[in-house]
T-cell receptor, first 115, second 115 residues
Framework: AQSVTQPDIHITVSEGASLELRCNYS??????LFWYVQSPGQGLQLLLK??????LVQGIKGFEAEFKRSQSSFNLRKPSVHWSDAAEYFC?????????????FGKGTLLTVNP | EAQVTQNPRYLITVTGKKLTVTCSQN?????MSWYRQDPGLGLRQIYY???????DKGDVPEGYKVSRKEKRNFPLILESPSPNQTSLYFC??????????????FGSGTQLSVL
């Protein structure tokens, strides 16, 4: 069974600073990897996803993530954080096929942005 | 507008009183799923459905039922709610969950309180 670990429960950064949110996964084969963002009182919105190919993927809102197989990681990055990026971020792994397809979420990282 | 609609948005009930949370999508998606979100635990999958009349258990199915009689609707039923089912619930859908890393579209959530 797959699993996802987001080691940081809460991160605080200053506006304009760079950001990296960590995500580690456990799965026997190459998984499908996702980052979702949840703003207060809202559902989740997909930021980016990785299936195969280029290990650096670009997403919406200026986010990118890099898949590192050797480290079983899929960290999310942004060069310069904006106040509107304050939200909770979830890493997820999709695995299996057919009726066994399953999507598992991490516990989330809450991002606070200081002015 | 493409969307996943959940109702109600907020619900307060008492232990043992059967309730249904509705979920409807207008995107002709095959895959639908229910998650519950609890502080510090992230999103956990309750049930999912690959297509009409095809449902399966997620990670935390106990105390819940679902049905998929029509493609667009995927109601979540709590036959005898208990306080430990107090949570924020999300319905989600995607075009196809058959081993493909489709983007999930989320509803706005239902905050359920069981007294």
């Amino acid at each position: 069974a797959q699993s996802v670990t987001q080691p940081d429960i809460h991160i605080t950064v200053s506006e304009g600073a760079s950001l990296e949110l960590r995500c580690n996964y456990s799965y026997g084969a190459t998984p499908y990897l996702f980052w979702y963002v949840q703003s207060p009182g809202q559902g989740l919105q997909l930021l980016l996803k990785y299936f195969s190919g280029d290990t650096l993927v670009q997403g919406i809102k200026g986010f990118e993530a890099e898949f590192k197989r050797s480290q079983s990681s899929f960290n999310l990055r942004k060069p310069s954080v904006h106040w509107s990026d304050a939200a909770e971020y979830f890493c997820a792994v999709g695995a299996g096929g057919g009726s066994n397809y399953k999507l598992t979420f991490g516990k989330g990282t809450l991002l606070t942005v200081n002015p | 507008e493409a969307q996943v609609t959940q109702n109600p948005r907020y619900l307060i009930t008492v232990t043992g009183k059967k309730l249904t949370v509705t979920c409807s999508q207008n995107m002709n998606h095959e895959y639908m799923s229910w998650y519950r979100q609890d502080p510090g635990l992230g999103l956990r999958q309750i049930y999912y459905s690959m297509n009409v009349e095809a449902t399966d258990k997620g990670d935390v199915p106990e105390g819940y039922k679902v049905s998929r009689k029509e493609k667009r609707n995927f109601p979540l039923i709590l036959e005898s709610p208990s306080p430990n089912q107090t949570s924020l619930y999300f319905c989600a859908s995607s075009l196809s969950g058959v081993g493909v890393s489709e983007k999930l579209f989320f509803g706005s959530g239902t905050q359920l309180s069981v007294l």
